[in-house]
């Protein structure tokens, strides 16, 4: 699930520590004690937990209102609570830019703050749920916690400064309102944000069904707003299959799909996708789609040692994510000897072997999706991936093929009608990953297989190669299943035999 990372507010009023003092190399070796403290919108001096940032650096820990500081110039702040016989009624976003030259009490002041809002179409929504802003080259982190019903800014202009917020909220007709915004070089003094349904970007959310063992999920998206502060904005539980509209303002979204075993609450897929949208258009962001299959981890060999990375073998095409609950088996042989085998669960572990530089091995990936104590649904797709390597040790990434397979034209359950023809789009992903093999893991054959008995027969399909993808027509059966199988040949003359089995259903 997404977390809040940098969410900032920052107000800067340049002032100095009372009394003293000091050379600048007595600065550079001595430290000073600052105490933090609030006084909220009644005058009352308060408790908070500030944030304390140097203007280059990071944010200092802390566990308490004290810090011990090399004298310098800061940004302290924090968001200071307003009660009223006991209950929290506001939050007030303070920050000032001190320059500490002895230890001193930092008081910061939340009596002249404003009122934060945010109009869509006129009407008031209320305060952001989440506002802040970002220090440029810091991380600090200053946030309303716990959320209030209204939330105030100490107004204040700094260049370099931002503050940023977000909201979302619920729409006509079981929608969605996804909105973000912010200012920059300031806290504002009119912090009240109008938002126009007309300038938004449409885009429906979905989750298919049929690839991971669940029937709940839990739906977030995140902004990323100009000065890089990533801000939280819908969460909401659902059922899968789902297909909900979101409308959003312009800019970087990230939309995050994360699906639970029901025993002991175990995350088994965390899907995401993270791109621009533009104001006025409307876009599909889709999760889930067969078939699951692996992701763009190739062997890497490094001295006398092959390294692999065993995890991510079951991954929705379309979106990055992980996989959590899952075995996979991993075994390396040379001239039919087995040279060592691995287990892997859960992203825990990656497999290693040594090899010689010039001879030839084969390595064996056979990942199942599996939980602890629970058994897999009848009709679970892409249950079990199998990849087959054979190449030749050499230094670098290996330039062997890694395939992602999408059928078109599933329904929302990820299968087929009985009898129609499917047509598969694959395409080779190992030049994504972060060691690529680059162009001499190029594809210069391939080789289309498909079965619709669980891989007990395999049946050759023509391929025709489009510009950076395959495409294949399946026509399918009556019922069950269709596995998908491919054998590429990269330019370097190594092999991948690649197998999803129970791809997509029929129904």
């Given amino acids: 699930m997404f977390r809040v990372r940098h969410v900032l507010a920052v107000a800067a009023a340049a002032v100095a520590a009372a009394g003293g003092t000091i050379s600048a190399a007595q600065a550079a070796t001595h430290k000073v004690t600052i105490n933090v403290v609030g006084i909220d919108r009644t005058g009352a001096q308060v408790a908070v937990q500030s944030t304390v940032v140097p203007l280059a650096g990071n944010a200092l820990p802390s566990s308490g209102p004290k810090y011990s500081v090399t004298p310098g110039t800061y940004f302290i702040g924090t968001s200071v609570p307003t009660y009223s016989s006991g209950a929290l009624v506001s939050q007030t976003i303070v920050e000032r830019r001190v320059r500490v030259i002895r230890g001193a009490t930092i008081r910061l002041d939340a009596r002249g703050g404003e009122l934060v809002s945010v109009r869509l179409d006129g009407r008031d929504l209320g305060s952001p749920q989440v506002a802040g802003g970002c220090i440029r080259g810091g991380a600090g982190v200053v946030y309303p916690n716990p959320p209030a019903p209204q939330l105030y800014v100490r107004p204040v202009k700094a260049k370099g400064l931002g503050f940023d917020w977000a909201l979302a909220t619920a729409g006509p007709s079981g929608s969605y ?24 970007a449409k885009v429906v959310m979905q989750a298919r069904a049929g690839t991971v063992p669940d029937q709940t999920a839990n739906v977030d998206t995140s902004a990323t707003l100009s000065d890089g502060c990533s801000l939280q904005g819908l969460q909401t539980p659902t059922q899968i299959p789902f297909r909900v509209v979101d409308h959003r303002t312009p800019g970087f979204w990230r939309t995050e799909v994360a699906t639970r075993h029901n025993f002991g609450m175990t995350t088994c897929s965390d899907t995401w996708t993270y791109r621009r949208y533009a104001a006025r258009r409307s876009y599909l962001v889709s999760f889930e789609n067969a078939a699951h299959g692996p992701s763009t981890a190739v062997p890497y060999v490094a001295g006398p040692s092959l390294y692999f990375d065993p995890n991510h073998q079951l991954i929705d095409p379309l979106t990055t994510g992980y996989e959590y609950c899952n075995v996979t088996n991993v075994r390396l042989s040379s001239g039919g000897h087995l040279l060592k085998k691995g287990r892997f669960t859960n992203l825990v572990g990656g497999f290693t072997a040594r090899v010689r530089a010039g001879r030839r091995y084969t390595l064996t990936v056979n990942a199942a999706q599996t939980a602890p104590h629970e058994v897999m649904p009848a009709g679970l797709l892409s249950p079990k991936t199998t990849i087959t390597w054979r190449f030749k040790a050499g230094q670098g990434p290996v330039p062997v093929a890694v395939l992602a397979f999408l059928p078109l034209g599933l329904n929302i359950d990820n299968a087929a009608r009985p009898g129609s023809l499917t047509y598969v789009r694959a395409w080779p992903t190992q030049n994504n990953y972060q060691f690529a093999p ?70």
């Fill in 177 to 200: 309102y996804d909105l973000a915004g912010g200012t920059n070089n300031a806290l504002p003094s009119s912090p009240v944000y109008r938002v126009h349904s007309s300038g938004l």
């Fill in 438 to 507: 680059g162009r001499a893991s190029a594809v210069r054959s391939f080789v289309a297989e498909v079965s619709s008995n669980n891989g007990k027969t395999w049946r050759k399909l023509r391929a025709v190669r489009h510009k950076g993808f395959w495409l294949f027509a399946v026509r399918n059966p009556k019922s069950g299943f269709v596995s998908l199988r491919a054998t590429a040949i990269s330019s370097s003359g190594d092999t991948t035999i690649e197998t999803i089995y129970r791809a997509y259903g029929i129904s």
